[in-house]
């Protein structure tokens, strides 16, 4: 514990007391103060605010200078001198599930478009901070005149998250995605029928998350360029949009 009181040294007269914890003070507070920087205690916890009161200013130009002095000597060895944090905290989840509403805009050939409603799912998983590898499967619907009209997808491929800290805690990211798409036509009434055909298919965009919790994030948008190819030597060009919640589990120190 720190202490400025006078009777903390009691073997001296008051002033003395009083001289020897003005000089002592400050002295203490290098400990805690080097041992919270370089532990990596502030990088864990970015948002910590930490008071060191009652010390003055006039001994940190000194204690700066002493610390970059010490620090360029690791770096000048090509040393580091951060510790692997014991029980291997992650400063972002291992495994990120979403979940939420999906539209869909079908090329439908000579600038005309079929709209398409349903939702997405996704798992997810952070191989590095800033790169993720993640699989989707999605349904979307829609009924034009008594035909019903399903299309599955089931994609995977990288994504990479720029995080940095805002505000918002906002992280944009971006995405290239590749799999297979299956479009069901299904008429109703006499002589009713269903038909159905596969293509391999690409998705290609990015998105913005935003980061209101440790746990979930709010996954604003993620829009894709989204092509198929259903039909012999043909291809569509699609564009495709979720929004939903995204769950962090497993880690997570941000």
């Known amino acids: ?28 507070l ?26 003055g200013i006039a001994w940190l ?3 700066l200078q002493r610390m970059d002095n010490e620090h360029r000597k690791y770096v ?7 510790k692997r944090n014991p029980g291997g905290i992650r400063h972002t989840p291992l495994i990120e599930v979403f979940g939420g509403y999906a539209f869909a805009r079908l090329d439908g050939g000579g600038g005309t478009g079929t709209n398409l409603n349903g939702g997405m799912g996704s798992v997810g998983w952070n191989f590095k901070p800033w790169l993720q590898v993640v699989a989707d499967s999605s349904y979307s619907v829609v009924t034009i005149s008594g035909t019903k009209n399903v299309l599955y997808g089931n994609h995977f491929g990288p994504r990479y998250f720029h995080r940095g800290r805002n505000r918002w805690g906002a992280t944009p990211f971006v995405e290239a995605l590749v799999g297979g798409s299956r479009a069901d036509t299904t008429v109703t009434g006499t002589g009713g029928y269903t038909t159905s055909v596969n293509c391999l298919s690409y998705k290609v965009g990015g998105g913005l998350d935003l980061h209101p919790s ?6 604003l948008f993620d829009v894709d360029y989204y092509r198929t190819s259903f039909g012999t030597g043909v291809h569509q060009n699609n ?8 769950l962090r589990l497993f880690g997570g120190a941000e």
């Open 30 to 55: 290098l400990d805690p103060l080097v041992g919270l920087i370089y532990s990596g205690v502030l990088a864990r916890h970015p948002d910590l605010r930490v008071v060191l009161a009652e010390s």
């Open 1 to 28: 514990m720190i202490s400025d009181r006078a009777d903390a040294h009691p073997e001296v007269s008051p002033l003395a007391a009083s001289v020897i914890n003005g000089v002592e003070v400050p002295l203490q």
């Open 214 to 219: 440790r746990r979930w994030e709010i996954r």
């Open 61 to 63: 130009p000194y204690v």
């Open 239 to 246: 564009y495709w949009a979720t929004t939903g919640i995204v």
């Open 76 to 82: 000048e060895a090509r040393a580091t001198w951060e």
